[in-house]
Every structure is written in structure tokens, then in C-alpha cells.
């Protein structure tokens, strides 16, 4: 079991910058593979980003490419989602998930964290 809780989000002008945490506790953390997405009311859960247990591997969706990245600290069970260049077609609920391997489908991942709002004001 995995439990996941999002933090980091809020307001900020485009053009701006956050930094989302995804604290997890339990003792598996590092051998999951993770992924952030987010989801606006009415719509699907939309790939953001995800990286491998071990860091060695990330990928992003096309719309967040060279503007966010994603990282993780194994040793404080966290992963992390630095945003930069923010746009307001970013704003969203953000999510953190877990699951066995490296994903771009919502489905593949077996935990979820609660969201974290991310407005981006024009």
C-alpha cells in the first residue's frame, strides 16, 4: 500500500512558476514507478509526466515539454513536479500516482494522491 498526498499547488500569473510535492508513505515508495497528471472538471485524467524508480528514465507530454520536470528523492519518498513557464490552458487538478512501470494512461497506476489546484491567471 501507498498512500500519497499532493501539495505545492495555488494562484500564480502566466509566466510564473510552482513547485508541486508528492509525499508517500509506506515502504515501497521507491520501487514504484510515478507519474503526475491533472484533470480539469469534465474531463479525463491527461498525462503530465512520468519518471522510473530509480530516475533514470523520464517523459513528458508534448504540451509540458521543456517547461516542467519531473524528479523524485527516494530517500524522503517525494516526488516532485517543478513547473515552469506556467500557461493558463495549465491549470488544472494535479495528481500524483504509483504504479509498476512507467506509464501515459491513468489506468496503469494503482495509487493516487487527493489533487492539488493549480490555477494559472492570464
Known amino acids: 500500500q501507498v498512500q500519497l498526498v499532493e501539495s505545492g499547488g495555488g494562484l500564480v500569473q502566466a509566466g510564473g512558476s510552482l513547485r508541486l510535492s508528492c509525499a508517500a508513505s509506506?515502504?515501497?515508495?521507491?520501487?514504484?514507478?510515478m507519474g503526475w497528471f491533472r484533470q480539469v472538471p469534465g474531463g479525463e485524467r491527461e498525462f503530465v509526466a512520468t519518471i522510473t524508480w530509480s530516475s533514470n528514465n523520464t517523459y513528458y507530454a508534448d504540451s509540458v515539454k521543456g517547461r516542467f520536470t519531473i524528479s523524485r528523492d527516494n530517500a524522503k519518498s517525494t516526488l516532485y513536479l517543478q513547473m515552469n513557464s506556467l500557461k493558463p490552458e495549465d491549470t488544472a487538478i494535479y495528481y500524483c500516482?504509483?504504479?509498476?512501470?512507467?506509464?501515459?494512461?491513468?489506468?496503469?497506476?494503482?495509487?493516487w494522491g487527493q489533487g492539488t489546484q493549480v490555477t494559472v491567471s492570464s
Open positions: 500516482g504509483a504504479g509498476t512501470v512507467v506509464a501515459e494512461h491513468w489506468g496503469s497506476y494503482d495509487y
Open positions: 509506506g515502504r515501497t515508495f521507491s520501487r514504484h514507478a
